[in-house]
């Protein structure tokens, strides 16, 4: 196995490797409100939970390739909040249309055929009622990386599709059938999961001894 600088490589070379090795990527739908209450919504690849005794996820945004700061960058700094949508089979081809590079004006619920639901607990900004799942989040920090922004945000509240988890809030992944990015144009759908024992110490102590 030969090693491989980074510095060797061109910027989509790494592009290449780092989407195709970290996968399936979730989605972040991340839907916001400009100022002047023009809905936003754009998928990002780049997302993931940050914790969990304070409920945080967060996601990456870099710049538009004319434009400069992307729409949801500038609207999430200026209202402070914004909504994580959850991709299904069922919304995988709006997800897609709304990647395109919308100008500001545009309202992409209307622009790809989405419901914006409006009736939540805390934030302005539209939910995506087709999601089987959203998040309200208030905006905790931004760390910037060059030409990408890491968002966190803080959940305050959950949006759950009927039937979508038990009373012990587990996800019932037979009615989540969510779907995961690969890399370029592939995506991935859910499949039944398996489960993995973990070992004792004693067992892995045998294991080495036999």
Known sequence: MKPIRTSDLDRAAIYRLLTGLVVPRPIGWISTRSTDGTPNLAPFSFFTVVGTERPLVGFSVNMTKDRGPKDTLVNVHATGEFVVNFVDAGTLVAMDASSAEFAPEVNEFEAVGLTAASENLFVAAPRVAESPAQLECRHERTVDFGEYSFIVGEVLAFHLRDGLCNEAMRVDFQSYQWVGRLT???????????IVIAPTISDIGERKSG
């Open 184 to 194: 370029g144009a592939m995506y991935v759908h859910s499949t039944p999961g398996f």
